[in-house]
Nanobody, 125 residues
Framework: QVQLAQSGGGSVQAGGSLRLSCATS????????MAWFRQVPGNEREGVAA???????SYADSVKGRFTISQDNAKNTLSLQMNSLKPDDSAMYYC???????????????????RGQGTQVTVSS
């Protein structure tokens, strides 16, 4: 059973930065599709960013140029660096791990086999 443990998040003013981390037992990390999702109460979870087994990344249009997804294969850790944060970025953020082919599609959160517990990000104006 793959486990994902999230850390980071918190509260910041608009324009600030936060970094989310996701330590995982998935091994080797490079064989998985890893992703970050976020959810605002009342809305469906939306994909924020993903990184495939070759290190290729994809982003939601709303975060392009501001967020960076990365993974450290030696430490088995997925990260999301969030810069120039906006109030609209406020949400519960989740990391997820799944089969490598998920990165070839616009996969939904439930399609990922393993999911983190979530961490709150709040951006004030």
């Amino acid at each position: 059973q793959v486990q994902l443990a999230q850390s980071g998040g918190g509260s910041v003013q608009a324009g600030g930065s936060l970094r989310l981390s996701c330590a995982t037992s998935a091994y080797p990390l490079s064989t998985y599709c890893m992703a970050w999702f976020r959810q605002v109460p009342g809305n469906e979870r939306e994909g924020v960013a993903a990184i495939d087994s070759d290190g290729r990344t994809s982003y939601a249009d709303s975060v392009k140029g501001r967020f960076t997804i990365s993974q450290d294969n030696a430490k088995n850790t997925l990260s999301l660096q969030m810069n120039s944060l906006k109030p609209d970025d406020s949400a519960m953020y989740y990391c997820a791990a799944g089969s490598y082919y998920l990165c070839r599609t616009v996969a939904r959160f439930y399609e990922y086999n393993y999911r983190g517990q979530g961490t709150q990000v709040t951006v004030s104006s």
